[in-house]
C-alpha cells in the first residue's frame, strides 16, 4: 500500500515529536508499505521567519518572504531524515525543486500545477521513505513559492493524487474535525466522517483544521481523507463523498476572526455602479466574500462588502483611486469583525436553520450586521469580541455538543 502521511508544526515541534513521528511512520513501514511523509515547518517557525522578515523590512518583497518561509519546512524534512537514519531506516529529504512541485506564478498563495513523480517513484522502488517539504513549490521563472498559511495539507493531498496513494493521512494536534473548533468550544463533539462539500465550508469559513485548497483538490481527485492525531491513537474524521440519506442538520460552526467590512456610502443609485466597484476590487486582485446593497433613498445608495483584512488596505486603496467615478460619499473601514458560520447539508431539506442561528445570536445579545447565506450554510457577521460567545452559543442552540 503506499500511504501519504501529513505531520503539522505541533507535530514536528522538537526532538521528541520528531521521533514520535519517526517511529510512527515505522510501523506502516514495518508492515510493508510504501511511504510518503510531507511535512510542516517546526512549531511556530512560520511566524518567527515572518516577523524575523518584518524586522528587517516592514514591506518585505513576496518573491523574498517565499525565499526565506521555505527553509522552515526544509529544515524539518532534513532533520527528519536524520532521525530516520538513527533508527536505521533507509530515508530521503526531498524540497519543492527536487520533487519538482510546479505551481502557478503569485508568491504567497500559489497553486499547484503538476507534480513530476518521477523522482518520489525511483525512491520509493528503493525502498526508502520520501520526506517531502509541505506549503512549497516552484514557479516557470524556477522560483519558490508558497500555498498560503496552512497550505502543507494540500501538498499532501495533492501528492496523494499525483501519486494515487491508497491512503492519505492528516495528522495534527486534534484527534479529527470537530463540531467547532475544540479550543472555542470544549464540548464540541468529533465527526465520525464528513462530506467534501461541508468540510471545504468549514475550511473555507474559518476551520483551520484542513486548508480549504487539500479539501477541493481532496473533491477533485476523490481522495479520501483522515484527519487524526500524532499525539494518540484514536480514531479520526474521514472527509468522504457522504452518500448518506440521513444528513446532519448542521455539521459544525466555524469561526474567522480575519474579516474587514467596507461600506461605501452615498453611491449613485442607478444601474452599473455595483459592477464599476467591484470590477475595480477584482482588478486590484483581491477577493470579496459578504456582499449587501442597501435599499435606494433619495437616488443614493450604499454597498458594503467584507474582504480578509490583510487585503482590506488595497481594496481602500483601489477605490481610492477610483473616488471620481464611483462619486461616493464617503468609505467606512471596520476592521474589528467576525464571521461566524452554521454548515450543514440537511439544510438544504429543512426550513429554519437561519432563523434558528439568529435566535440563539439575539439570545445572547449579539447584534448581526451582515448576513449571507448558501444552500448548506448561513453567515452572519458580527463584532470580533462577540465571536467566540456566539460560536459557543450557536453550538448549543443547535444542540451539537456531546
Ligand atoms: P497543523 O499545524 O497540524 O496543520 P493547525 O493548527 O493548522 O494544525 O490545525 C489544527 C487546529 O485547527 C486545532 O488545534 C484546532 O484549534 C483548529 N480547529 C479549528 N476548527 C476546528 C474544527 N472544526 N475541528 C478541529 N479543529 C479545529
Ligand atoms: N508552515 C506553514 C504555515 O504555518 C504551512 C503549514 O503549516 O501547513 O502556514
Ligand atoms: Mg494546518
Known amino acids: 500500500m503506499l500511504i501519504v502521511k501529513k505531520f503539522g508544526g505541533t507535530s514536528v515541534a522538537d526532538k521528541d515529536r520528531i521521533y514520535n513521528v519517526a517511529e510512527r511512520c515505522l510501523e506502516d513501514y514495518k508492515n510493508g508499505n510504501d511511504l510518503v511523509v510531507v511535512l510542516s515547518a517546526m512549531g511556530k517557525m512560520t511566524d518567527v521567519l515572518i516577523d524575523q522578515a518584518k524586522e528587517i523590512n516592514p514591506n518585505p518583497s513576496k518573491r523574498a518572504l517565499d525565499m526565506l518561509l521555505v527553509t522552515g519546512e526544509q529544515t524539518?524534512?532534513?532533520?527528519m531524515e536524520m532521525a530516520f537514519d538513527k533508527l536505521g531506516v533507509p530515508a530521503i529529504s526531498l524540497n519543492a525543486f527536487q520533487v519538482a512541485?510546479?505551481?502557478?506564478?503569485?508568491?504567497?498563495?500559489?497553486?499547484?500545477?503538476?507534480?513530476d513523480t518521477e523522482r518520489i517513484r525511483h525512491e520509493l522502488e528503493g525502498k526508502r521513505i520520501v520526506i517531502v517539504t509541505g506549503f512549497q513549490g516552484v514557479n516557470k521563472y524556477d522560483d519558490f513559492t508558497t500555498?498560503?498559511?496552512?497550505?502543507?495539507?494540500?501538498?499532501?493531498?495533492?501528492?496523494a493524487a499525483a501519486l494515487h496513494a491508497d491512503k492519505c493521512e492528516i495528522y495534527t494536534d486534534v484527534?479529527?474535525?470537530?463540531?467547532?473548533d475544540p479550543r472555542i468550544v470544549p464540548g464540541a463533539r468529533k465527526l465520525k466522517e464528513i462530506s467534501y462539500d461541508e468540510m471545504l465550508d468549514l475550511a473555507t469559513l474559518g476551520a483551520g483544521v484542513l486548508h480549504n485548497r487539500s479539501v477541493e483538490m481532496a473533491r477533485k481527485y476523490g481522495v479520501e481523507l483522515v484527519v487524526r492525531s500524532s499525539l494518540n491513537r484514536n480514531e479520526g474524521t474521514t472527509v468522504r463523498e457522504v452518500t448518506k440519506v440521513?444528513?446532519?442538520?448542521?455539521?459544525?460552526?466555524?469561526?474567522?476572526?480575519?474579516?474587514?467590512?467596507?461600506?461605501?456610502?452615498?453611491?449613485?443609485?442607478?444601474?452599473g455602479i455595483a459592477f464599476k466597484l467591484f470590477d475595480y476590487i477584482a482588478k486590484a486582485?483581491?477577493?470579496?466574500?459578504?456582499?449587501?446593497?442597501?435599499?435606494?433613498?433619495?437616488?443614493?445608495?450604499?454597498?458594503?462588502f467584507t474582504v480578509d483584512e490583510n487585503t482590506a488596505d488595497d481594496a481602500v486603496r483601489a477605490l481610492e483611486e477610483h473616488a471620481k467615478s464611483l462619486n461616493a460619499e464617503r468609505i467606512d473601514v471596520k476592521k474589528n469583525v467576525a464571521k461566524v458560520s452554521v454548515v450543514g447539508a440537511g439544510m438544504m431539506s429543512n426550513p429554519g436553520v437561519a432563523a434558528k442561528m439568529f435566535e440563539c445570536l439575539f439570545n445572547a445579545g449579539i447584534n448581526i450586521r451582515m448576513i449571507s447565506t448558501s444552500e448548506i450554510?448561513?453567515?452572519?457577521l458580527i463584532d470580533e469580541n462577540?465571536?467566540?460567545?456566539?460560536?459557543?452559543?450557536?453550538?448549543?442552540?443547535?444542540?451539537?455538543?456531546?
Open 76 to 79: 524539518s524534512v532534513a532533520l
Open 101 to 115: 512541485m510546479h505551481t502557478t506564478s503569485v508568491y504567497g498563495s500559489a497553486r499547484l500545477k503538476r507534480i
Open 147 to 159: 500555498l498560503g498559511r496552512g497550505g502543507s495539507d494540500t501538498t499532501a493531498v495533492a501528492l
Open 175 to 180: 484527534d479529527g474535525v470537530y463540531t467547532a
Open 246 to 271: 440521513e444528513r446532519m442538520l448542521v455539521s459544525g460552526v466555524a469561526a474567522d476572526k480575519n474579516a474587514t467590512r467596507i461600506s461605501v456610502i452615498g453611491l449613485e443609485d442607478k444601474p
Open 285 to 304: 486582485g483581491i477577493n470579496v466574500d459578504m456582499i449587501l446593497q442597501s435599499i435606494g433613498r433619495e437616488n443614493k445608495k450604499d454597498i458594503s
Open 377 to 380: 450554510r448561513v453567515t452572519v
Open 386 to 402: 462577540d465571536c467566540d460567545r456566539a460560536v459557543q452559543a450557536v453550538h448549543e442552540g443547535f444542540g451539537l455538543e456531546d
